[in-house]
């Protein structure tokens, strides 16, 4: 018989002292970073919870507060070729604040003396100024105009102390996130016509951290909460499933790392100088791969990451085109590259996430100038040649675009020029001809890429021969 789960129930009555506000209590930030929180208190002296802070004025806060912050992680995938199904309660979440309903509480968290970090997952348009957000007596509706409006709230109540100031490991996907984060704060300093000793606390008292996550966090597993649900003993409206790969890299330095030891704790927490061969690395290998397998399966009938890669043809099509054309492109270490690599295709093959190739051909376009053009580019650089299996998958890509294959409609999404563009060139039958018009068109790539040599007569075969064999 089942319990409903909360800290009565579980008879968990432990207490620390909460080191981390964290703004969102969305599915990843519980599934990784909170996850993440719970380890090190396990296994090191960290010995800290965390306050959530609810960004927007709807979230699940409330019912987070139902469970005492009390949920499951289960992580369901692979791991060195084993199926993983393990379960984890979290028991670090201390508590939350609503700053729209009690901004009085939302700024006494910035009193707590032991407070020292912030994680944040606000989305990729999270981190951007307001100029809506006038005054810092009235709570901002941006999370950076929070931020602000709470360290100065900070910084007066401590007397500008130095020790006070805080670190900042922000999840939101976009480059520079900590950069960013801490130069919109600025600029609602100066947007609000703060002491400019504060601005000076904020630059050079608080540590804003660059970082990159990796982790696929889907969510309520509800294809299996019965069976979680029987593992665990409790109900637990709260659970959250995610995939047993996690990284987390973080431009940092070496104080950081002893206040927040995860990388002791046996976790993939890298801290770095700096993190762009490491984004390099996620964008050419995982999303490069995402995106020139997706066309290429498609076409040949198939429609999940997984049987794509379970595939013959197509599983040997990735492998290929990831060892032996974009890893040869970087520069990081060859043994570190690989065993990236094999743990991507290890993730592509998760059987308990079902990841459509529709989703990924969203925008294929944009995603392809930056995921795949950028290992051609290197690659003929570098060698001299063009690599085979990308150039497959650059005209399985533009065939895709015709919106038909073999009497069937394909799921065509990107914006409405694109899809003009694409309709006109295909009026057309000479596949060189159809290549060159695409590889030449600047809007696409930043420039006009059929000056490399052999590109667009490589493609326009491979066009041909998608035709004659797929």
Not at 78 to 86: F, K, V
Not at 151 to 158: A, D, N, Q, S
Not at 383 to 397: C, D, E, H, K, W
Request: net charge neutral; charged share 25%; aromatic share 10%.
């Amino acid at each position: 018989m089942s319990k409903k789960l909360n800290r009565i129930n579980a008879a968990y009555k432990q207490t620390r002292p909460v080191k981390v506000l964290q703004f969102g209590d969305g599915n990843f930030l519980r599934g990784f970073a909170d996850w993440i929180v719970d380890i090190l208190n396990e296994k090191t002296d960290f010995n800290g919870d965390i306050q959530i802070v609810r960004p927007l004025r709807k979230g699940s806060a409330k019912k987070m507060d139902d469970q005492d912050g009390l949920y499951h992680v289960a992580l369901m995938g692979l791991h060195n070729g084993e199926r993983i199904s393990q379960t984890r309660l979290i028991t670090c979440i201390s508590g939350f604040v609503d700053p729209y309903e009690r901004g009085d509480l939302f700024f006494k968290t910035a009193e707590n003396p032991h407070l020292k970090f912030v994680f944040s997952n606000t989305t990729e348009s999270g981190i951007a100024f307001n100029v809506n957000d006038n005054d810092p007596n009235i709570m901002p509706d941006s999370f950076p105009g929070k931020v602000t409006a709470l360290l100065y709230h900070r910084y007066k109540t401590l007397n500008g102390d130095p020790a006070a100031g805080l670190i900042f490991l922000p999840c939101e996907l976009i480059e520079k996130n900590g950069d960013t984060l801490k130069s919109v704060i600025l600029q609602y300093c100066a947007h609000w016509n703060l002491p400019s000793a504060f601005a000076q606390w904020v630059r050079e008292n608080n540590t804003f951290c660059n970082s990159l996550v990796d982790r696929i966090v889907p969510g309520y597993p509800k294809d299996s909460i019965e069976e979680i649900t029987e593992k665990t003993g409790y109900e637990d409206n709260q659970v959250v499933s995610a995939e047993p790969f996690h990284l987390w890299v973080i431009e940092a330095p070496e104080e950081v790392r002893k206040l927040f030891p995860a990388d002791k704790a046996g976790l993939s927490v890298i801290y770095a100088k700096d993190l762009t061969p490491y984004r390099t690395q996620k964008v050419r290998i995982l999303n490069g791969a995402h995106s020139a397998l997706t066309p290429v399966a498609y076409l040949r009938g198939l429609r999940t990451v997984r049987e794509s890669v379970e595939d013959g043809y197509c599983g040997a099509f990735v492998k290929k085109a990831i060892f032996e054309e974009i890893i040869p492109t970087l520069d990081s270490p060859a043994d570190e590259l690989n065993r990236f690599a094999k743990d991507v295709l290890e993730r592509f093959q998760n059987p308990f996430i079902r990841h459509e190739l529709k989703n990924i051909a969203l925008n294929s376009i944009s995603k392809f100038k930056v995921r795949v053009l950028p290992s051609i580019l290197e690659y003929n650089k570098r060698t001299g040649r063009l690599p085979q299996n990308l150039i497959v998958s650059f005209a399985a890509m533009i065939r895709f675009y015709k919106g038909e294959w073999k009497g069937e409609q394909l799921p065509v999404n990107d914006s409405p020029e694109v899809i003009a563009f694409f309709n006109e060139v295909w009026k057309g039958d000479n596949m060189e001809q159809i290549a060159n018009a695409v590889l030449a068109n600047e809007k696409f790539w930043g420039e006009d890429i059929t000056k490399i040599e052999g590109l667009a007569q490589r493609v326009g075969q491979s066009l041909d021969e998608i035709e004659r064999s797929f």
